[in-house]
């Protein structure tokens, strides 16, 4: 059976059915309404109010790329200038092709791009340098607990050393679901009260933050990706097998 037309074009044959609307759509007219429901999501929330300086939280994976092409696109309708912040936990082979990617984005879109280290941040202590005094102590699960720490840390050393006013970060829609279940599995009342909302204002002089990725599915993410020919990083953390993430995941 031929693909149906495009629901919004009516003219390219479509090449995905949305879960959420039923609408059969072409790859371009997909990416244009994925667009549109970031823009309503940042326009809706007040989230990045205009001449805000944001910095992208950019790690090379599927999300962030996703996350800096569409707020490129929006940038201009938004009034805001965008500046990539990349961190370096410091794990070897892994994060140097992440960083790779994260480079090549910022060169193709014409992007500002920092990077900041853990090892420069945190008295020359890595993540490779943390696994390593954690083996044989039976917590090695916490290895990536340890890591979200760091890292919400050094994003916001990066982001203020770039002058940003607000930063951003990837998290989808799958990531916030599994955020929710990992919350309530430990029992977590306090973290799971205050999970709602599409970011965090800035309390205690942290910069306000944001997910303008939040209410997109990671199915669709992965298909904005495909459509726009996004270069992206794709292997998973050597750290993450032993995450509790993957644990609720599963």
Known sequence: MPAPQCFSC???RAALRRPRSGQ???GPCFCTAFEAEVLHTVLA???LPPGAVVAVGASGGKDSTVLAHVLR???????VSLRLVAVDEGIGGYRDAARA???RQAARWDLPLTVVAYADLFEGWTMDAVARSMAGTGRSRACCTFCGVLRRRALEEGARLVGATHIVTGHNADDMAETVLMNFLRGDAGRLARGGGLGSRGEGGALPRCRPLQ???????VLYAHFRRL???SEECVYAPEAFRGHARD
């Open 101 to 103: 990617a994260v480079r």
């Open 231 to 233: 270069d992206y990083f």
């Open 45 to 47: 929330g007040s989230l």
């Open 215 to 221: 209410l997109a599915s990671q199915k669709e993410v």
């Open 10 to 12: 009516h003219a390219a």
């Open 24 to 26: 059969a759509l072409c």
């Open 73 to 79: 696109e929006l940038a201009p309708r938004l009034g």
